[in-house]
């Protein structure tokens, strides 16, 4: 099943995904969510396959060694032991929005156009975005 994870990033250098990433279930809510914030900005919700974070080569994006399971509430360090980060993901990871701009869009998301759970995940998006960590939605494939 796929999974999808609101996903703070903690640090870069190494890039550090926070522990307390959140579960958006159901699928529908996040879809409603993910045209809201896409209204503001294309890249404002950007997404990523979890699969192609990781690298076994530097040539290949995704790995056949290693696999991430999201769903343990842990940081995930891409420093070599275990994960390398893919080029697939630097690049991605260049194009987010400046934290600035992104906190400026998601505050200004209409809180009467979502429901309680979409207000969850707006207001903890605003508490990473204000403690200076980009946030980023993750789709984890089921195995």
Known sequence: MTKYWLTPIAGYSPLVLGADRLDCSPLTKLEAFRELANGRHPRLLSMYKASLLLSDDEEVCGSELAELDLSHPETVVFDGDPFHLSHCA?????????????????????????????????????????????????????R
């Open 90 to 142: 630097e690049a991605f990871l260049d194009r987010l929005l400046k934290r600035e701009e992104a906190k400026d869009l998601v505050s200004s998301l209409n809180d009467s156009a979502l429901d309680a759970q979409q207000i969850i995940w707006k207001n903890q998006w605003l508490r990473w975005l204000e403690l200076g960590c980009d946030v980023i939605l993750l789709r984890e494939d089921g």
